[in-house]
């Protein structure tokens, strides 16, 4: 493996043997939230996040029951859907989780088969192929259950050249707030229950081919108060990496088992977004009025050159600046990145955001998770929930 510092774009070639390659994954295709009001949803992801308008569909596109905004930055497509009648089942999804991530869509050549490999293996069926066309084509999609009421949606657009999906009309608006430089989906992150890691662990690894590539134990992801596990799985060309957490035991209560709280159950945690330029993107955002956790303390700061070991040369950042925008810095053999994390984007305290700058290391910033829970935990303080 290459020692070059750069940022790390993964090829579609298999970098991780062990991973089986019954379901080929070229990337993540859109994740869609389920929400209260997308209209304003949608704004605040455009205004705050510098998302663009991308596509609509809704009652004046003849759907009766839903509306949905389309936006990207880069590779990143969020779908923001909210139920228009009261019958909908996706009241049920919000009234259990809040605001919540329902499906992360991954892009595949070919969706029934991605289906049939899966079911095939265990999956619990959430859509049967279905192939839906317009003038632009055609797109087939099917659907399976993962952890909690969470789905992955395979799509499958090779003969399809429209804006979005079927169903979805390009949405221009006069409103249009420049990008922040977010560039792609790096990875995703599952809570689950109490000892319910290693099954999700095995789930990913029978049902979807995947590999546990990095895990953490209550040994190493603890601070005075609390801990938590997590194991990192991987698809075989690492474009689609998943690490999923537990709570450990602690002398108080987990982040985790806070989410799982308010959450009603296991969900997505956080989304870690790339950007080639974080100390750019992080201002800009902090502009926006994206509110980030705290900063850990100076020791943190002090120790950043012993940290970045090998690596301390190539370091290219001011670390004055670095502290000032609270952004946390780590390293691995391969290299280093840089990371923050957004306090939850709602009022739940459930999903949030991670900004990620890879300089070459392949990790998650295990050498960050003590001074960032310290951090969580001085927001768990303040929510009564520590
Ligand atoms: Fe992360």
Redesign the pocket.
Known sequence: MSNEIKNVEYGLEKIFEGAQDFLPLMGTDYVEFYVGNAKQAAHYYKTAFGYQSLAYAGLETGVRDRASYVLQQGKIRLVLTTPLVADSPLNDHIVKHGDAVKIVALWVEDARKSFEETTSRGARPYMEPTVETDEFGEVVRSGIYTYGETVHMFVERKNYNGTFLPGYREWKSDYNPAPTGLKYVD?M?GNVGWNEMNTWVKWYEDVMGFVNFLSFDDKQINTEYSALMSKVMSNGNGRIKF?INEPAEGMKKSQIEEYLDFYGGPGVQ?I?IATDDIVKTVSDLKSRGVEFLSAPPQAYYDAIPSRLGAHKDAFKEDIKEIQKLAIMVDADEEGYLL?IFTKPVEDRPTLFF?I?QRMGARG??AGNFKALFESIEREQELRGTL
């Open positions: 990875h992150v690490p956080h870690a990371q991670e990620i998650f910033g």
